[in-house]
């Protein structure tokens, strides 16, 4: 475990047990980090988040929360929660959301939610600065096994969206929601570009205004 020790802060995957990967959670402390497992490959991000991370990641969410409020779609979104398939894998992506008849699908209590008991989240997002390409990579091959419906990865850098449908254990790039009809990608990259601007404090009212004219 001590030579695990010396090499989990360098934000790679890395060969490790399960057993490993559940007791460098426990010993290092690591409520802070984000954590990955996948077939016998661990990944710790400690990198710390800045504000143009933190703020699509919260403009990203409001714009999901927002659509299904509009359209009285039932949503309930978590942000950095561990979706765990016990002795084999786990995420904890930057957001997740159940959409439609899964939205009532975990219970409030729930700490770690066990796939083995409860479905894995129908979208999960991924706020990509530093991380981008194991996002598109190594990370959409975890989300595929994990069934997730939906995968979108957000570039920060240039403040563009790729999003995957999964189905049957693989993927591919979508150019419209398929959870999320009628809900353009590129009205959600024009509010990531709106954040960078001045007067960003207004893409909020924005957006509500422009989700109000979308067509149901």
């Not at 007791?23 to 990198?47: F, H, S, V």
């Not at 595929?144 to 990865?153: K, M, N, P, Q, S």
């Not at 969206?161 to 993927?171: E, K, R, T, W, Y």
């Amino acid at each position: 475990m001590s030579g695990l020790k010396t090499r989990l802060l360098t934000d790679e995957w890395i060969s490790a047990t399960w057993g490993e990967y559940l007791t460098a959670i426990a010993e290092l402390g690591l409520d802070k980090a984000q954590c990955y497992y996948d077939r016998g490959q661990l990944r710790i991000e400690m990198t710390p988040q800045g504000f143009d991370h933190s703020q699509d990641n919260f403009s990203i969410g409001y714009a999901v929360a927002l659509f299904c409020g509009l359209r009285g779609i039932p949503v309930a979104g978590v942000a950095n929660c561990s979706f765990r398939k016990t002795g084999d894998r786990e995420a904890q992506p930057d957001l997740a959301f159940y959409i439609g008849d899964n939205a009532e699908a975990i219970p409030a209590d729930t700490s770690v939610v066990d796939l083995d008991i409860y479905p894995p989240p129908d979208l999960a997002i991924e706020i990509a600065k530093t991380s981008l390409a194991d996002d598109i990579g190594s990370k959409r091959m975890l989300y595929e096994r994990l069934g997730v419906a939906e995968y979108w990865v957000v570039n920060v850098r240039q403040a563009k969206l790729v999003a995957f449908a999964i189905a049957n254990g693989g993927s591919r790039e979508i150019a419209v929601s398929q959870l999320l009809p009628n809900l353009p990608f590129a009205l959600l990259e024009e509010a990531l570009g709106r954040s960078r601007a001045t007067g960003r404090s207004q893409i909020y009212a924005w957006l509500i205004a422009q989700m109000q004219a979308i067509g149901n």
